[in-house]
């Protein structure tokens, strides 16, 4: 994959960039931060002018957070609407809601570049749970420019290693996502428990 991307790069340029960035915002297993690393080194080399890679990367990931967030808003409603027809189905909806509202804009940023591989399923999420949009945009918007300031900027200093440092960047991305969703389910084991010991379950 990787020799490939170096290979349509040059050829493809910003479109091919726009592409993959949009993609893998809506769960595609595309390597973007890769192909933003590659445009950055080209434009520090001068074949793509900085501005234009930079706005591109970040306009496709802003669009494809929005795709993701809207279409949990569609197609997540009619599964939610399924659940919230039994009471005990409403009552953890009600309570996972309220807690998506309480903690989503944080988990929306950092999920645009910290913990990058859950950002599609937190856009669905957000969207289907009917998370405020304006909020969504903010937090997406200040999260993707992030990524690709951080991305782009990777490539830029390190234009002769850019295979090995994004080696390094997706494996801690992936090992950082991993371990949040070990810790959450560690948490929501630990509080069924505690609630069966108390009887409540």
């Not at 409603?77 to 809601?97: E, S």
């Not at 960047?169 to 505690?194: C, E, K, M």
């Amino acid at each position: 994959m990787s020799e490939t991307l170096l290979a349509l790069v040059p050829v493809y340029g910003l479109p091919l960039l726009a592409a993959v960035a949009g993609l893998s915002c809506l769960g595609l297993p595309l390597p973007a931060s890769l192909v933003m690393m590659l445009m950055g080194s080209f434009a520090a080399a001068g074949d793509f002018g900085l501005m234009a890679v930079f706005v591109t990367a970040f306009a496709a990931a802003v669009g494809g957070d929005q795709i993701g967030y809207f279409a949990g808003r569609f197609a997540g409603r009619a599964v939610t609407g399924r659940i919230a027809r039994k009471p005990a189905g409403k009552a953890a909806l009600d309570r996972a809601t309220q807690e998506i509202a309480r903690h989503a804009t944080i988990g929306i940023f950092l999920t645009r570049w910290l913990f990058s591989p859950l950002g599609p399923y937190m856009n669905l999420v957000t969207g289907a749970t009917g998370f405020s949009w304006a909020h969504f945009t903010a937090a997406g918007v200040a999260g993707e420019a992030v990524w690709v300031t951080l991305h782009v900027g990777l490539g830029i200093v390190f234009s002769d290693n850019i295979l090995a440092i994004a080696e390094i960047v997706g494996d801690a991305s992936g090992f950082l996502a991993a371990g949040i969703v070990a810790l959450l389910l560690g948490w929501r084991l630990v509080t069924v428990l505690r609630r069966g010991k108390s009887g409540h379950i």
